[in-house]
């Protein structure tokens, strides 16, 4: 199923996604008692929001070979975790602003991201599938340049705006054969599958809940092939991933 957060007018509202109809259900479709409401609206009407408002984004580094090979990194020999806080997440067409007192250096991440459905801690993973409700898109938006000159990732991945999520939640999907593009002003500079990934989903789901207890609406942004590149003011980025759809935004 896809599930979507949406604006219309003033009022948040949840809903599932069919073709081009959303039917509005009562509650967050992160709660299990959520009905079908009778309002339905078309796509093209409503704001898509972020699906998911996460308490905390956990970003993996290096996680498909080619992108470490182009970084000049080493290969790491468990997952490299850093965090991104809530408040860099921004929806599907919404801007991505660019800090340019502060960084001369800005590059989109087109990744997979992993939404967490129930409370996860010290899960195996075999088990790992049971604690994950679906599957976006995410933009990890990353200041090279700082990446590179401070030695922690925090300031780099961090800034307001450095995390569009959505546009939907695909509940129905193998995550392990996906494929995953990323196009700038039109260009296919990001082209991979998921199948290439170091650590896969649930490799990383059973590995970050060994260290901190993931949330219902969590995110897990899975890393990035290679063809990272810059972004400038004015562009516009659009990362496809198999089955789930595309994510775009604009750069001012
Ligand atoms: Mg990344």
């Known amino acids: 199923m896809k599930f979507v957060r949406f604006q219309t007018y003033s009022k948040i509202r949840y809903g599932i996604l069919e073709g081009e109809d959303v039917f509005e259900i009562s509650d967050n479709f992160l709660r299990d008692n959520f009905k079908k409401l009778n309002s339905r609206f078309d796509l093209a009407d409503i704001k898509l929001l972020s699906p998911v408002e996460p308490s905390k984004i956990i970003g993996i580094g290096l996680n498909y070979a080619e992108h470490i090979e182009e970084l000049k990194f080493k290969k790491p020999e468990t997952p490299v975790m850093f965090l991104k806080p809530s408040t860099t997440v921004i929806s599907h ?41 679906g599957y976006t898109i995410i933009n990890d938006v990353t200041a090279r340049d700082l990446q590179s000159s401070d ?35 039109g260009e296919i500079k990001q082209n991979s ?14 590995f970050i809940s060994q260290t901190m207890t993931l949330l219902p609406g969590d995110v897990i942004a899975t890393g990035t092939p290679k063809g990272v590149g810059a972004i400038d003011i004015g562009d516009e980025i659009e990362i496809e991933i198999e089955n789930i759809g595309k994510l775009k935004n604009s750069v001012r």
């Open 93 to 133: 067409l919404d801007y991505i602003v660019y800090p340019k007192r502060i960084s001369k250096r800005v590059d989109y991440e087109g990744e997979l991201a992993v939404v967490i459905g129930k409370r996860a801690k010290n899960v195996k993973i075999d088990e790992a599938g049971n604690f994950i409700f």
């Open 193 to 206: 599958n998921t199948s290439n990934m170091i650590f896969n989903v649930y490799e990383l789901v059973s």
């Open 151 to 185: 030695s922690q990732w925090t300031r780099a991945k961090g800034f307001d705006t450095f995390a569009p999520i959505g546009p939907l939640i695909e509940t129905d999907l193998e995550p392990t054969n996906l494929n995953i593009k990323t196009l700038l002003n």
